[in-house]
T-cell receptor
Framework: GQNIDQPTEMTATEGAIVQINCTYQ??????LFWYQQHAGEAPTFLSY??LDGLEEKGRFSSFLSRSKGYSYLLLKELQMKDSASYLC??????????WGAGTKLIIKP | IAGITQAPTSQILAAGRRMTLRCTQD?????MYWYRQDLGLGLRLIHY???????GKGEVPDGYSVSRANTDDFPLTLASAVPSQTSVYFC??????????????FGPGTRLTVL
């Protein structure tokens, strides 16, 4: 079956670094997406990986290992506005996204 | 630039009533999607459309229908609402075939409560 696993909740301190892990198992693979979703709002696109390695975009970086079915989102210099849920999604062979339940990130001052 | 709009923002509906959730995009994206989001669960695909005139079933299509008469609009209809359809509904679109990645962009959502 198809499955995406990520932690339910994480807590971190303002100014620190946090890594949110995601493991995936899908029928075929056409890339791994990360989205941010603030409470009561729509998901917004953060990053996309299809090749192994690290993609850096400002304070956010995303890593992919296709052989391990593993990705992580790294957030540096955490700000209070980073408090949100982070959704991991794998694109399957039909180009449909299979979504994890999301990781709620709580930032403490 | 509006992107994707959804209407209504929220709705309380009596069980058994018919309801259409509206979704319109102005990005000329060929693909559109309807998801529901429930607490503790990931986004689940209800129906999708890869191009105007075609639709397909997602993971949880029962009790829902869609149509795609043109590129911009993708309404979702609940023929006879039941309490288990209480959820937040998101419409999304993507420029499939327009080059990597096939990124989906989301509307603001409709919060539906069925009593």
């Amino acid at each position: 079956g198809q499955n995406i696993d990520q932690p339910t909740e994480m807590t971190a301190t303002e100014g620190a670094i946090v890594q949110i892990n995601c493991t995936y198992q899908t029928s075929g693979f056409n890339g791994l997406f990360w989205y941010q979703q603030h409470a009561g709002e729509a998901p917004t696109f953060l990053s996309y990986n299809v090749l192994d390695g690290l993609e850096e975009k400002g304070r956010f970086s995303s890593f992919l290992s296709r052989s391990k079915g593993y990705s992580y989102l790294l957030l540096k210099e955490l700000q209070m506005k980073d408090s949100a849920s982070y959704l991991c999604a794998s694109m399957d062979s039909n180009y449909q996204l299979i979504w994890g339940a999301g990781t709620k990130l709580i930032i403490k001052p | 630039i509006a992107g994707i709009t959804q209407a209504p923002t929220s709705q309380i509906l009596a069980a058994g009533r018919r309801m259409t959730l509206r979704c319109t995009q102005d990005m000329r994206h060929n693909a559109m999607y309807w998801y529901r989001q429930d607490l503790g669960l990931g986004l689940r695909l209800i129906h999708y459309s890869n191009t105007a005139g075609t639709t397909g079933k997602g993971e949880v299509p029962d009790g829902y229908s869609v149509s795609r008469a043109n590129t911009d609009d993708f309404p979702l209809t609940l023929a006879s609402a039941v309490p288990s359809q209480t959820s937040v509904y998101f419409c999304a679109s993507s420029d499939r075939g327009g080059g990597n990645p096939d990124t989906q962009y989301f509307g603001p959502g409709t919060r539906l409560t069925v009593l």
